[in-house]
C-alpha cells in the first residue's frame, strides 16, 4: 500500500506561543476562580447564620451549598497551576490531565455535601422544628439568588472564553444554585403566608439536584480521562487548514488526543501526488504542521502526517478507483473509502475502508472483497478497516458521494 508515513517537526509543548497561550489561560481561571470564592465564601456566611437564626434548615443546607462551591473553586485553582507545570522526562506530553482529575475530586466533594443535605433533610422530616423568618433574612435570601445569576453568567462566561470545562460547569452550577435559592425563599414566603413548613422537603429537594450535579461532573471527567472522539470543530478547522493546502487533497485517519483543555496531540493521513519528491512532502509536511499549531492558538501539535500517494498518470488506475469506490460505498456501514493504490503489472490493489461502529466489519469486508474480485477476478486485494475517529468521514460521505473529487 502507497501509505509512507513522514513524522512532522512541529512546534514543541514549550513553544513562546503555548507558553503564552497557556499562562493567559490559567491567569483567566485562576481570577474568575477567586472571585467565586470570595461570592461563595460570603454567600455560605450569611445564609448559615440566616439558617441558624431562623431555625430554617432548608437554608443551611443552601449555605453548605455555597460552601462547597467555594471549596471547589480552590481546588480548581490548585489543579490548574499543577496542570500547567512544564513537560518533563516522565510526562513529555505535560500535566494537563491533572484538571480531569481534579474535577473528580471536586464531584466527590459535591457527592458528599449532597448525601449529608439528604440525610439532614430526612432527620428534618422525621423530628420538624418550625423556623421562624425575620424581614432581614428573606431579603438577605433574595439578594443571594441575584448574586448567584450574576456570578453563573460571567463565570460561564470567562470559562468559554479560556475553553475551561471546568469554569463552564462552574457557571452552571451557580445559575442552578439561583434556582434552588429561588426554591428556598418560596419555602420560607409559603410559610411566613400560610404557617405551612416545608422546610426539610425542599431540602431534600436540593440535596436530590446536588447529588445529580455530582455525578453528572463525574462522568464527564470519566469521559474524558477515558478519551473521547475528537471534538468536531477542531477536526473540521483541521480539514480547512489543509483544504487550502495547493498540494494535500482530504484529511484522513484524523487523531486527536486530549492532553488538557486545549491541547491536543494528533495525526492524520492526507493523499498527494504520486510525482511529488521526498523533498516537497517534507515542505509540505512542517509547513502543514505550522499552520495547524498557528492556527489552532497552539492548541493542536501534529506529532505525524501519514501519506497515500494518489496515482495521477494511469487513467486505468484511476478508473478504478472510481469503480471500486462505488462498489464499497454501496454497502451499509461503509462511510468512506480512501487511500487507494493499484499497480497494474502485479495485478495488486488496496485501499482503506471507514466504517461504523457496532457492525461486524469482517463480515462486511468479506462481502466487499466478493463484489470487487467478481469485477477485478485477476487482482489480489487488501482492504484496511478504519474506524470513524472523528466527523471528517461521515461528513465527507454526506457532502460528496466521491470522496476522491477535491
Do not use: W
Amino acid at each position: 500500500m502507497s501509505d509512507t508515513s513522514h513524522t512532522s517537526h512541529h512546534p514543541g509543548t514549550n513553544s513562546a506561543a503555548g507558553r503564552v497561550h497557556v499562562r493567559n489561560r490559567e491567569k483567566v481561571i485562576v481570577r474568575t476562580s477567586i472571585i467565586g470564592i470570595a461570592v461563595n465564601v460570603a454567600l455560605a456566611a450569611f445564609k448559615a447564620a440566616v439558617g441558624l437564626l431562623s431555625n430554617s434548615i432548608a437554608v443551611v443546607l443552601d449555605a453548605v451549598n455555597n460552601l462547597s462551591d467555594a471549596i471547589s473553586s480552590i481546588i480548581t485553582i490548585a489543579g490548574t497551576k499543577l496542570s500547567n507545570r512544564e513537560a518533563d522526562r516522565e510526562h513529555p506530553f505535560g500535566h494537563g490531565r491533572i484538571e480531569y482529575i481534579t474535577t473528580t475530586v471536586i464531584a466527590a466533594i459535591i457527592m458528599y455535601a449532597g448525601i449529608s443535605s439528604l440525610i439532614e433533610s430526612i432527620k428534618g422530616i422525621v423530628n420538624p422544628e418550625t423556623p421562624a423568618y425575620s424581614t432581614t433574612s428573606l431579603v438577605i435570601i433574595a439578594v443571594a439568588v441575584v448574586v448567584k445569576i450574576l456570578l453563573g453568567r460571567f463565570v460561564q462566561a470567562k470559562g468559554r472564553q479560556v475553553h475551561s470545562d471546568t469554569l463552564i460547569a462552574s457557571g452552571s452550577d451557580a445559575l442552578f444554585d439561583a434556582v434552588i435559592s429561588t426554591s428556598v425563599l418560596a419555602a420560607a414566603l409559603i410559610f411566613t403566608f400560610t404557617s405551612i413548613s416545608l422546610e426539610a422537603y425542599v431540602g431534600v429537594v436540593i440535596a436530590g439536584f446536588i447529588i445529580k450535579a455530582a455525578i453528572e461532573m463525574f462522568r464527564d471527567a470519566m469521559k474524558e480521562i477515558i478519551g473521547m472522539r475528537s471534538d468536531s470543530e477542531l477536526s473540521i478547522r483541521v480539514a480547512e487548514i489543509v483544504a487550502n493546502d495547493p498540494e494535500a487533497e482530504g484529511v484522513y485517519d484524523l487523531i486527536l488526543h486530549s492532553y488538557g483543555p486545549d491541547r491536543y496531540v494528533g495525526s492524520f493521513h492526507t493523499e498527494i501526488s504520486d510525482q511529488m519528491t521526498a523533498s516537497e512532502i517534507d515542505t509540505m509536511t512542517r509547513r502543514l504542521t505550522n499552520e495547524i499549531y498557528d492556527q489552532t492558538d497552539g492548541q493542536i501539535i501534529m506529532a505525524a502526517i501519514g501519506i497515500y500517494a494518489r496515482n495521477t498518470q494511469d487513467n486505468a488506475v484511476i478508473e478504478m478507483r472510481t469503480e471500486v469506490t462505488k462498489i464499497a460505498m454501496q454497502h451499509g456501514g461503509v462511510i468512506q473509502v480512501h487511500g487507494f493504490t493499484a499497480n497494474m503489472d502485479e495485478k495488486y490493489m488496496a485501499f482503506d475502508m471507514v466504517v461504523v461502529f457496532g457492525i461486524d466489519s469482517e463480515a462486511l469486508m468479506h462481502h466487499i472483497m466478493n463484489d470487487i474480485s467478481e469485477k477485478y477476478p485477476d487482482f489480489s486485494l487488501n482492504i484496511k478497516i478504519d474506524r470513524d475517529t472523528s466527523d471528517l468521514a461521515s461528513m465527507s460521505c454526506e457532502l460528496d458521494a466521491d470522496p476522491y473529487r477535491k
